[in-house]
Each structure stands twice: as C-alpha cells, then as structure tokens.
Nanobody, 125 residues
Framework: QVQLVESGGGLVQAGGSLRLSCAAS????????VGWFRQTPGTERVYVAA???????YYSASVKDRFTISRDNAKNTVYLQMNSLNVEDTAVYYC???????????????????WGQGIQVTVSS
C-alpha cells in the first residue's frame, strides 16, 4: 500500500503562486509515477500533470507553461509549482501514484492505484 498526503493548498489572489507537495510512504518512491488531478463541484476529476519514474514530465494544455511538476526521491515527495494562477484553477487537487505513468495519463486516471485525500486551492479575483 502507498499513502499519499497533499499539502500546500490555500487561498491566493489571481496572478499569484502556490506550491503543492505530495508526500508518499509505503513503497519505494522511485518505482512510482506520480500525477496531479483536480476537481470542482459537480464536475469530473481531470488530469493536470504527471511525472514518470524516469522524470519525464507531462502537462495538460490548460496548465502547460504555468505549472511545473518535479520530484525529490530522497524526500519521497512530488511538487506542483503553480504560477500565474487564475480563478479557473480553483479546485480540489489530488495526488495520484501508480507503477505505470500510462495509468495516470489515460482515461482520467480511472486505473490509478493510489490517491491522496485532496487539498483545496482557491484563487480569488
């Protein structure tokens, strides 16, 4: 089993920045691909970004060039640096982990093995 704990969410003004962290335990971290998803009330959870076991990064079109995903295997942590935030980025953000990046990147993560509990990010205008 893998446990994922998100931190770093909160309230920020439009144009500002936040950094989310996802701390993992329970499995050798370097064997996991990790991603971020987000969800707003009444909508489906959607993919945001992912990083493979070999540090290849992937981004959805809506966040590319604004968000940066990175990992520190020594700290068992993945980060999501979010810059130039806008109101549309307001959501609950979920960390996801899986042995295969393809499970994060496809079908909105329906085959992902492990999920965090989610953390709120609110961007005010």
């Amino acid at each position: 089993q893998v446990q994922l704990v998100e931190s770093g969410g909160g309230l920020v003004q439009a144009g500002g920045s936040l950094r989310l962290s996802c701390a993992a335990s329970g499995r050798t971290f370097s064997t996991l691909a990790v991603g971020w998803f987000r969800q707003t009330p009444g909508t489906e959870r959607v993919y945001v970004a992912a990083i493979s076991r070999s540090d290849t990064t992937y981004y959805s079109a809506s966040v590319k060039d604004r968000f940066t995903i990175s990992r520190d295997n020594a700290k068992n942590t993945v980060y999501l640096q979010m810059n130039s935030l806008n109101v549309e980025d307001t959501a609950v953000y979920y960390c996801a982990a899986d042995g295969q990046a393809v499970d994060i990147l496809s079908e909105n993560g329906k085959n992902v093995d492990y999920w965090g509990q989610g953390i709120q990010v609110t961007v005010s205008s």
